[in-house]
C-alpha cells in the first residue's frame, strides 16, 4: 500500500521535484540536500529546504536516486541508478563511482528460500582514496 502512494506521489507532475531529479542526473559529483538546495534555488528561488529534502525522500523511496553517507554524516544523493558501486574514502569522505562493476549473482533458490525480491541494489566500497593515502 505505501508503495503505491509513494508511486503515486511521484507520478504526480512538480517543478521542484523535476527540478532536483534533472539536477542530481546531470550532476557527477555525490552533492548534500544543501547543495541541491543552492542549485535548485538558482531555478525556483522561493523554493524551501524543506521542500528538497521532502521531494528528495521520495524520490529516495521510489527508487529514483540513491541515497548515502559519508564520512561527514551527511547524506549524499546520487541521479545516477544504473548499476554501479560507489567507493568511500574513509579519511576524507570523498565518493567515486565504479561502473565496471561485475554483476554479483543470487541463485533464485536461496532468494525463494529467503522470501525476497529483489528490485534495485548497488553497493558501497570503504577505503582509502589516492589523495589521503
Known sequence: MRNKIIRAKI????????????ILIKTKTHPTAKEIYQKVQKKIPEVGLATVYRNLDLLEKGNKII???SKDKEAHYDGMIEKHCHLICRECGQILDLMDVEKITIRSQQLNKLKFKIDSSYAEMFGICSKCK
Open 67 to 69: 541515497k548515502l553517507k
Open 11 to 22: 507520478a504526480k507532475k512538480s517543478e521542484q521535484r523535476n527540478t532536483i531529479l534533472d
